[in-house]
Structure formats: structure tokens, C-alpha cells
């Protein structure tokens, strides 16, 4: 054996995975949207970015990016393309499940974990989890969203910001 040549194992990989993160700053004046869901910030805060900086959104388009392996969401919608101001993050989701499925890849299923020190998200976890759903064409079920505090610690905890990871399989279809 230790004269062979390495050989690259032939396979027909019919899954794929993929991990995307985002981070967007909490500042005045700016609405909060999570899952595009508008949501009341106890202290008036919103999310800062060109687009309407759902992270949420963001880290599940990245993750299904990433599990081509097509880049991120930066390479599709330049945050300094005036096309995107103002976006809604949903649309651009449909956008990259458009380029997955014309690749020839189905969504099994996403899952996200939010990570916010207020306001409290489990009240509208449901309504994220059907709007992301809606447009990824999947059912409700293959849509996890999860949601915890960072106790206080960090860019997170210090209200600075709210951050997101979120993972995706595909099948090959
Ligand atoms: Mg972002």
C-alpha cells in the first residue's frame, strides 16, 4: 500500500451543506427587521445597513450560498449598489433560492439562531419561520429559527449590535 497512488475516492454526492453569518449595528432611527418581521426595539433601536439589514435573512441567503459553494450575499447584492438600498431581504432570499434550485438543488432544511439581547423574539419566531418558509417554498417545519441572549457579553450583549448563524442542507434533485 505504501507504494500506491493516493487515489480521489469517486463519489455522487447528493447533499450539500452550507454555514452563513451576519452581524448588523443597532442604531436610532432605523426599523427592526428579523425574519421580515417589524419588531419594537424597547430602546427605539433598529438595524443599520443598506438594505433593511435583516440579519436573520442574511446568515440563512450566505449559508445556502455557502453550501454551493457560490460565495455570499455581498457577490449577488453589492452593498454598494444603490439597487439594493432599502431591499427587502426576503425578495433577495428568493433570489438565491432561484439560483440553488436552477442549479438543480432543493432545500431540505435551514436552521438560524439569533442572537439579541432584547427585544424579546419568541413571540414572533412563528411568523419568521412561516415568512422565510413562503419564500424558500418549503413548509414551516424545515425552517428552524432559535433565539437567545448573549447574557450580557460582547457586541451582542452590549446592545451594539444583533448577529445571526444559521446552517442549510440541499439535496441534489
Ligand atoms: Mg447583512
Same mark, same amino acid.
Given at each position: 500500500m505504501s507504494n500506491s497512488t493516493p487515489q480521489t475516492p469517486v463519489t455522487t454526492t447528493s447533499l450539500r451543506i452550507g454555514n452563513g453569518y451576519d452581524i448588523h449595528r443597532l442604531v436610532p432611527g432605523r426599523p427592526l427587521i428579523l425574519g421580515g418581521q417589524q419588531l419594537e426595539h424597547p430602546a427605539g433601536l433598529g438595524l443599520d445597513g443598506?438594505?433593511?439589514?435583516d440579519v436573520l435573512v442574511h446568515a440563512i441567503m450566505d449559508a445556502l450560498l455557502g453550501a454551493l459553494s457560490l460565495g455570499d450575499i455581498g457577490k449577488y447584492f453589492?452593498?454598494?449598489?444603490?439597487?439594493?438600498? =432599502?431591499?427587502d431581504s426576503l425578495v433577495l432570499l428568493e433570489q438565491v433560492v432561484a439560483l440553488v434550485k436552477a442549479r438543480g438543488w432543493g432545500v431540505v432544511n435551514v436552521d438560524a439562531v439569533l442572537i439579541a439581547?432584547?427585544?424579546?423574539l419568541k413571540p414572533h419566531i412563528e411568523a419568521m419561520r412561516s415568512a422565510i418558509a413562503l419564500r424558500i417554498g418549503v413548509?414551516?417545519?424545515?425552517v428552524g429559527v432559535k433565539a437567545t441572549t448573549?447574557?450580557?457579553? =460582547?457586541p451582542e450583549g452590549r446592545e451594539e449590535g444583533i448577529s445571526c448563524q444559521a446552517v442549510a442542507l440541499l439535496q441534489a434533485c
Amino acid at each position: 500500500m505504501s507504494n500506491s497512488t493516493p487515489q480521489t475516492p469517486v463519489t455522487t454526492t447528493s447533499l450539500r451543506i452550507g454555514n452563513g453569518y451576519d452581524i448588523h449595528r443597532l442604531v436610532p432611527g432605523r426599523p427592526l427587521i428579523l425574519g421580515g418581521q417589524q419588531l419594537e426595539h424597547p430602546a427605539g433601536l433598529g438595524l443599520d445597513g443598506h438594505s433593511d439589514a435583516d440579519v436573520l435573512v442574511h446568515a440563512i441567503m450566505d449559508a445556502l450560498l455557502g453550501a454551493l459553494s457560490l460565495g455570499d450575499i455581498g457577490k449577488y447584492f453589492p452593498p454598494d449598489d444603490p439597487q439594493w438600498k =432599502g431591499a427587502d431581504s426576503l425578495v433577495l432570499l428568493e433570489q438565491v433560492v432561484a439560483l440553488v434550485k436552477a442549479r438543480g438543488w432543493g432545500v431540505v432544511n435551514v436552521d438560524a439562531v439569533l442572537i439579541a439581547e432584547r427585544p424579546k423574539l419568541k413571540p414572533h419566531i412563528e411568523a419568521m419561520r412561516s415568512a422565510i418558509a413562503l419564500r424558500i417554498g418549503v413548509a414551516p417545519d424545515q425552517v428552524g429559527v432559535k433565539a437567545t441572549t448573549n447574557e450580557k457579553l =460582547g457586541p451582542e450583549g452590549r446592545e451594539e449590535g444583533i448577529s445571526c448563524q444559521a446552517v442549510a442542507l440541499l439535496q441534489a434533485c
